[in-house]
């Protein structure tokens, strides 16, 4: 909607864009890194930080994202080794801690998923064997 408004006005709207995504992408970086060294603790995330008081409720959904954002950071910047290795230890605190390891459908896919990403992160490729799935046919 935005670029459309300034296309209107006469601006170049390929500028536009490009100079969007650029702002977007430095403001993702920033985001990240400060994700990374305030809120991140030993493989756990911290759910917020409140005039500087952390609330260490372990909530599932921050974990998952914090896994989407350094997998996305290590991506794009394979110079930061770091932004794997966080998203490989909150993996395995999301399968110690969030994953009901009790069996059943629901927990195997969600081990798949773990499996998948780890296997992405490390090897760029998310094939995994039905041995590592537990699945034994």
Known sequence: YAVAVLKSKGADGDKCVSELFERIGHMNNDLRDSVYNRALKDSRMTQE???????????????????????????????????????????????????????????????V??????NWLVHGSVHITMEECGLNL
């Open 113 to 118: 998923i773990c499996l998948s990403i780890k």
């Open 49 to 111: 930080i409140v005039e500087g008081v952390d609330n260490n409720t372990r909530v599932w959904w921050v974990h998952a994202e914090a896994v989407n954002g350094f997998s996305k950071g290590f991506t794009e910047q394979p110079d930061h080794p770091e932004y794997k290795d966080a998203a490989m230890g909150i993996l395995d605190y999301i399968e110690k801690h969030f994953i009901d390891s009790r069996s059943g459908i629901t927990n195997w896919m969600r081990r």
